[in-house]
């Protein structure tokens, strides 16, 4: 498998996932961290966008997924951005996906909760 990596770190959007139904129509703060794995030597030769990924899509395909749908746990979420990542950017080897809920609503102080995920084309 390639090496090259692709990454968008820190990418925050506000959201309606969680177990409890106040989590889902209070919503919370969630960030995303990205890694594509795909060659980049292409690119790297051609100075091309046509032989790599856009970094905007790729956060654009997070944002409206993780905002237009709702899950109840961070895990299917996770799952669902490593699939819709895979489908929509046939380049890309593999994904890796942190996905955190911010200031979750817990008993005591705690920054942030969630998954870390690696999903590989078939």
Known sequence: MNEDTIFIEGLE???YHGVPEAEREIGHRYRIDARLRLDLREAGKTDSIRSTVDYASVAQTI???????RFLLVEALAETLCNR???GF????EVTLTVRKVLPPFPCVVASVGVEITRRRT
């Open 85 to 87: 990542l895979l489908e």
């Open 13 to 15: 959007l506000y959201a």
């Open 63 to 69: 944002v409206e997924t993780a905002t237009k749908e």
């Open 90 to 93: 046939p380049t890309v080897e």
